[in-house]
Nanobody
Framework: DVQLQASGGGLVQPGGSLTLSCAAS????????IGWFRQAPGKEREGVSC????????YYRDSVKGRFTVSRDNAKTTAYLHMNSLKPEDTAKYYC?????????????????????WGQGTLVTVSS
């Protein structure tokens, strides 16, 4: 079974940093793109970042460009989301996701419907 385990969330002050990890198992990790999404209370799930199967292409939503960096270590079957200069509006539950049809991040990478498999999420709270 495909499993995605996101971790690394927590409480951080504005301007602080966190690194989220997504440990994957049950599929050929280096064959598929990985997406990161987030969902704040009362809001729709939104795409944050996407990285292609070999890590050569990365994508970000505009509001996190220059602050967040996505990466992956295919040998460890783990993806990462490095988050710097965090803002209160970054507060949300963060999810990693993948789909067996996605080797690269398509033009609709930020749409939740593009991805089939989801982890349980990890909560990030940015507050003073």
């Amino acid at each position: 079974d495909v499993q995605l385990q996101a971790s690394g969330g927590g409480l951080v002050q504005p301007g602080g940093s966190l690194t989220l990890s997504c440990a994957a198992s049950g599929f050929l990790f280096d064959d598929y793109a990985i997406g990161w999404f987030r969902q704040a209370p009362g809001k729709e799930r939104e795409g944050v970042s996407c990285i292609s199967s070999k890590g050569g292409n990365t994508y970000y939503r505009d509001s996190v460009k220059g602050r967040f960096t996505v990466s992956r270590d295919n040998a460890k079957t783990t993806a990462y989301l490095h988050m710097n200069s965090l803002k209160p509006e970054d507060t949300a539950k963060y999810y990693c996701t993948t789909d067996h049809l996605l080797v690269v991040c398509g033009s609709d990478w930020s749409e939740p419907s593009e991805f089939e498999y989801w982890g349980q999420g990890t909560l990030v709270t940015v507050s003073s």
